[in-house]
C-alpha cells in the first residue's frame, strides 16, 4: 500500500490567500485524522472524521478553517483567508476503526508557510 | 481526560549506549499507548504500540517499551544506539476518546 498520501508537500503562500490541503488515506480505512504541528503547540488535533462524518472539530482553531470528506478515499482541509500564525505542518492520518485497538499512519505532511 | 507528559526535551547518549525515553500518561480508562518517530522533515512512524496483553512491547528497529499501570508509564529503550536512531519521538495516548494525545516530543541526539 502506499501509505497516507498529502499533497501538496510544501506550501507558501501570502496572507489572505486560500490554502486547500489534500489528504488520500490508506484504502480500506474509515477514519481520518487531521493534526498540526508547531514548535509552540506541538501535535493537536484539528478534526476527525469516521466513514466521512466529521466526528469532533473541537480543535479546528476557527471558522477560517474548514474540512471536508466528499468520499472515502480523499479530504480537503481549506484555510481562508490564511494568517502567518497558521504557517504549520499539518498531517493526516488515517485508521481502520473497528470497533476495538485501532493505529493512526500518518502522512508525510504539508509544510505551510503563509508570509 | 487523557495526558502526555515526557521527561526531557533533548536526550543525548553515545553510539553504542542505551537508549531510555520516559513517558508518563494519564487516562480514566485503560490506554492504548503508542511511541511515534519523526526524522527531519518526514511524518510520524509508529515504532511500537501497548493495547493489551503483554507489558513489554516490541517494535521495529531494535525499540521496546514496557508499559506499567502502576507507574502510568510507557517508557522507550533500545540496549544500544546507533546514529540513524537520531530523530524526534513522540509518544500518544488513545484513552476514552478516538483521537490520539501526544507528548511533547523528545528530541534524540546520539553522538559518534
Known amino acids: 500500500d502506499a501509505g497516507v498520501i498529502q499533497s501538496p508537500r510544501h506550501e507558501v503562500t501570502e496572507m489572505g490567500q486560500e490554502v486547500t490541503l489534500r489528504c488520500k488515506p490508506i484504502s480500506g480505512h474509515n477514519s481520518l485524522f487531521w493534526y498540526r504541528q508547531t514548535m509552540m503547540r506541538g501535535l493537536e488535533l484539528l478534526i476527525y472524521?469516521?466513514?466521512?462524518?466529521?466526528?469532533?472539530d473541537s480543535g479546528m482553531p476557527e471558522d477560517r478553517f474548514s474540512a471536508k470528506m466528499p468520499n472515502a478515499s480523499f479530504s480537503t482541509l481549506k484555510i481562508q483567508p490564511s494568517e502567518p500564525r497558521d504557517s504549520a505542518v499539518y498531517f493526516c492520518?488515517?485508521?481502520?476503526?473497528?470497533?476495538?485497538?485501532?493505529?493512526?499512519?500518518f502522512g508525510p505532511g504539508t509544510r505551510l508557510l503563509v508570509l | 481526560a487523557q495526558s502526555v507528559t515526557q521527561l526531557g526535551s533533548h536526550v543525548s547518549v553515545s553510539e553504542g549506549a542505551l537508549v531510555l525515553l520516559r513517558c508518563n500518561y494519564s487516562?480514566?480508562?485503560?490506554?492504548?499507548l503508542f511511541w511515534y518517530v519523526q526524522y527531519p522533515n518526514q511524518g510520524l512512524q509508529l515504532l511500537l504500540k501497548?493495547?493489551?496483553?503483554?507489558?513489554l512491547v516490541k517494535g521495529i528497529n531494535g525499540f521496546e517499551a514496557e508499559f506499567k499501570k502502576s507507574e502510568t508509564s510507557f517508557h522507550l529503550t533500545k540496549p544500544s544506539a546507533h546514529m540513524s536512531d537520531a530523530a524526534e519521538y513522540f509518544c500518544a495516548v488513545r484513552g476514552s476518546a478516538r483521537q490520539l494525545t501526544f507528548g511533547s516530543g523528545t528530541q534524540l541526539t546520539v553522538l559518534p
Open positions: 472524521f469516521n466513514n466521512n462524518v466529521p466526528i469532533d
Open positions: 487516562s480514566s480508562v485503560p490506554p492504548y
Open positions: 501497548y493495547t493489551t496483553g503483554a507489558t
Open positions: 492520518a488515517s485508521s481502520f476503526n473497528g470497533g476495538g485497538e485501532e493505529t493512526q499512519y
